[in-house]
């Protein structure tokens, strides 16, 4: 008699614990937001627990697979994780579908459609006429068919996840728009990124229509002599780099002075004291040793580490016969350029700290 009850229980228990299961183990993993264009596609997953798995995005037209990706995917318990693909085929129908599935091993845990236009169905309202990143930030200038408003997010990605992305809400797009997006921090030298602009154009009666566009570019250091800081003279050369990538810049300022008559050469290389980034200033400066009156051509370069030259300045100088007298006065009249070029590194450091 207890044997027949026990089974009972069991057969009665057993199913209700097994929905349970299956429908914790449903809801622990939600897509909670997914989209794509042909250009591109995004899907933000969240999980009530921890989830080491595998997104994978397919692109399929009259129930076939035209192309799939697949992305590790781990996302911490309580936490939203989104991840992008760029889709590498070029489009040769009107309509597709795209599809996002998250998987645990082999097992589905949610998944999702989304309804693919290409051509006139999705042409928004504005031309992109320029979208270029570079190591300091991304430019993209739109040009608008007819006046309207946009929501538009410039992301930077690193293989497929978002590690930056700055939004630029209802932008009125009635002429001609340039968005300039700065990079706030460090970049990895010669790595390469891709930036991806969404844009949302406002509609009255519909929901935004979204498109999305991709640019690439390699992070590099990138400095650039400023020509109306460099100061060459018969007692030495003072010059002013200036940073131009979020790469950081630790490298040297060379000098080079050859003489036009006895081709005979000088070379001073000194250590910039500042590591540059986007609008960061340094000033240095050499002084010549045993330069006799002549012509000389003037070369200046800013080097890395790998002496790879960054940047490069050319000018002439000419340093005039002198008789004793006036050498002597000059001398005795004169400071030394080690002075001089003091008077320049803080003028060029006031000057940097009234710009910000």
Do not use: H
């Given at each position: 008699m207890y044997s027949n009850k026990r089974k009972i229980t069991i057969r009665i228990v057993l199913p209700f614990v097994m929905l349970l299961m299956f429908t914790g183990s449903a809801s622990a993993?939600?897509?909670?937001?997914?989209?794509?264009?042909?250009?591109?596609?995004?899907?933000?997953?969240?999980?009530?627990?921890?989830?080491?798995?595998?997104?994978?995005?397919?692109?399929?037209?009259s129930g076939s697979t035209v192309e799939s990706h697949e992305v590790p995917i781990t996302?911490?318990?309580?936490?939203?994780?989104?991840?992008?693909?760029?889709?590498?085929?070029?489009?040769?129908?009107?309509?597709?579908?795209?599809?996002?599935?998250?998987?645990?091993?082999?097992?589905?845990?949610?998944?999702?459609?989304?309804?693919?236009s290409y051509g006139t169905v999705s042409l928004p309202s504005f031309h992109v006429v320029d979208f270029s990143p570079t190591n300091s930030g991304a430019k993209l200038l739109l040009r608008p068919f007819n006046p309207s408003v946009a929501d538009i997010k410039i992301q930077l990605l690193d293989n497929n996840d978002i590690i930056y992305e700055k939004a630029n809400d209802d932008t009125s797009l009635t002429a001609n728009t340039e968005i300039i997006t700065p990079w706030t921090f460090l970049l990895t030298n010669n790595k390469n990124y891709t930036v991806r602009a969404k844009i949302f154009t406002h509609r009255l009666y519909a929901a935004p229509l979204i498109n999305t566009y991709i640019s690439n570019f390699t992070a590099t250091e990138d400095v650039g002599i400023l020509p109306d800081d460099v100061k060459v003279d018969e007692y030495g050369a003072s010059?002013?780099?200036?940073?131009?990538?979020?790469?950081?810049?630790?490298?040297?300022?060379?000098?080079?002075?050859?003489?036009?008559?006895?081709?005979?050469?000088?070379?001073?290389?000194?250590?910039?004291?500042?590591i540059l980034v986007s609008g960061k200033e340094t000033t240095a400066g050499v002084v010549w040793k045993g330069l006799v009156p002549g012509i000389y051509d003037v070369v200046i370069r800013a080097e890395?580490?790998?002496?790879?030259?960054?940047?490069?300045y050319e000018t002439v100088l000419r340093i005039p016969e002198y008789t004793n007298a006036t050498a002597t006065a000059t001398a005795k009249g004169t400071p030394g350029f080690t002075a001089y070029l003091l008077i320049a590194v803080l003028l060029a450091a006031a000057r940097r700290q009234k710009g910000g």
């Open positions: 993993v939600a897509i909670t937001d997914f989209f794509s264009d042909f250009t591109s596609s995004d899907v933000t997953v969240s999980s009530s627990q921890d989830l080491r798995g595998r997104a994978v995005f397919e692109l399929s037209y996302v911490g318990a309580g936490e939203a994780v989104t991840k992008v693909i760029i889709w590498e085929k070029k489009p040769q129908q009107d309509y597709y579908t795209a599809r996002v599935s998250i998987y645990n091993d082999s097992q589905v845990l949610a998944s999702r459609a989304y309804q693919v010059v002013t780099i200036r940073g131009k990538s979020q790469v950081p810049f630790d490298g040297y300022l060379v000098v080079e002075n050859r003489n036009r008559a006895t081709n005979g050469t000088q070379t001073y290389s000194v250590q910039l004291e500042d890395d580490n790998k002496n790879i030259t960054a940047d490069k």
